[in-house]
């Protein structure tokens, strides 16, 4: 039995370093300075690079920040303090549900709410995609974490003469907020990685675009793109974003995991 | 107050004078929690400047009164019949907030801030109302820590996490808070309960202390306690209030039997 769960746990991480070793083996020869810098080449042309894609997921996520931080981390505190009233439950479930629910039918949601009346694919409405993404994460994180808080320090500031609202916001939220950050770390992590949902909503663009109401690039959709595209050269640029795309994640979990041993104040 | 009420006051105080000015007072106060009756028809009155100790067994009631006073029962959603006055005003007839401003509040366990430093923990109540002149705040700071026999110990630390402190330091810490405020009544439930014999005996020296500005209710299990820091006492019992008389008087000739049965130890 013992043995059988030690080579389980070993398999587990195997495809882990398969993935490690192919994008490595595949990518790293095609990354260089103006991968970071240049712009994609004309199909055909060798070289170029994806530095509109990098600076769209940048964008898509701060987005996809500006609906999910608010409103999860505001929802998630109302949670916490309404815990049991039926309307928190039924809020508390339905995020569970939305949690649930294949990012490529938000995607396609998002595609007849905000795609079809713009009538066109812009950056908003990938933003949007994955702030809906980032909700349910935000809102659990927050809340689980808030609730963490002993409930002395919420009399303590109360006993003060210090509104409901402030000790939420100003007491016990900066006290859980180490827990909360390392949630907003996470669902970031996810969301960089999400592809579906930008197919219908932020669409990809060859150019470089900041513009919000204008279709925009991702690391994912150039990563789709380049790597079915019958061109040698863009399939090895493919692996070369994928690889970057695995780095950054790689980056926001080990901070995760520096944020969350880093001990202050407790 | 006019003086015939006074007068009829004094009759069924066991103890108030007619020179003693009311802080606070209940009448007939009632408390439910769901179905539990917690309160029942508690009638006392809590003179300016003095400390009230409230003694009884586990579950009688007495943290339940004390949280009324401030109206943070209302966090547990209780529900309360009857008057609670404050200088001759309902306390229903305040806001919360403000009235949280006027009554404030130490807890069993010592409860600094765990996000903020020392000093912030002192001015935090101030600072969360809008409050924000840095000088003033620091003087506020340094005055409410003196208060509270706390300042020689700590003013090399302000800038420290409250956290860092002992339990006794924290607590002391707490009342410094509290005081920051400058509340009227400072509510007290079990102070010194989770401390050590030495920072019981600071707390309670500074109670002594505190009585010559504040009005002090406190709730607590140690009846040397009650007997040590207290200028009145009250014995609750199953949420009725069984005696309230001086604390010399409940602790040597008290007039009813269950009181005399707790004090001696027979019981609770």
Partial sequence: ?266 | MNEQVLAMKEEKSPYLHTSQKIRMETVKLNAYFGKVHALKDISLIIPQNKVLAIIGPSGCGKSTFLRCLNRMHEEVSGTIYGKILLDGDNIMDYDPVSLRKKVGMIFQKPNPFPTMSIADNVTAGLRLNGFHNKNKLKEIAEKSLRQAALWDEVKDLLKHPGADLSGGQQQRLCIARALAVEPEVILMDEPASALDPISTAKIEELIFELKQNYTIIIVTHNMQQAARVSDYTAFFYMGEMVEHDKTGKIFTSPSKRQTEDYITGRFG
């Fill in chain 1, 1 to 266: 039995m013992m043995t059988l769960s030690v080579l389980c746990a070993l398999i587990a991480i195997v495809p882990l370093f398969i993935i490690l070793f192919y994008t490595i083996t595949q990518g790293l020869s095609s990354i260089n300075w103006d991968f970071f810098t240049k712009m994609p080449k004309p199909a055909g042309e060798t070289g170029g690079g994806m530095a509109n894609a990098l600076m769209g997921t940048g964008i898509l996520i701060g987005l996809a920040s500006l609906i999910g931080l608010p409103v999860g981390i505001l929802s998630g505190i109302y949670l916490s303090e309404n815990s049991k009233t039926i309307f928190a439950r039924s809020i508390r479930f339905l995020t569970e549900v939305l949690n649930g629910i294949p990012s490529i039918v938000i995607g396609v949601v998002v595609y007849i709410i905000i795609v079809l009346p713009m009538e066109r694919f812009s950056a908003i409405a990938g933003g949007f995609a994955l702030g809906i993404l980032m909700i349910p994460l935000i809102t659990r994180t927050t809340e689980e974490m808030m609730t963490l808080i002993p409930h002395s320090y919420r009399e303590a500031a109360l006993g003060l003469g210090i509104p409901r609202w402030k000790t939420n916001l100003f007491i016990i939220l900066p006290a859980a907020f180490k827990g909360i950050f390392t949630g907003i770390l996470l669902s970031i992590a996810r969301v960089a990685g999400e592809t579906a949902p930008l197919l219908f909503t932020a669409l990809g663009n060859r150019f470089w675009s900041t513009q919000l109401d204008q279709p925009i690039a991702s690391l994912t959709v150039f990563i789709y793109d380049y790597a079915k595209a019958p061109f040698e050269d863009w399939n090895r640029q493919a692996w070369a974003a994928a690889l970057i795309l695995i780095i950054l994640i790689m980056i926001i979990n080990i901070l995760f995991r520096l944020v969350t041993r880093k001990r202050k104040y407790a």
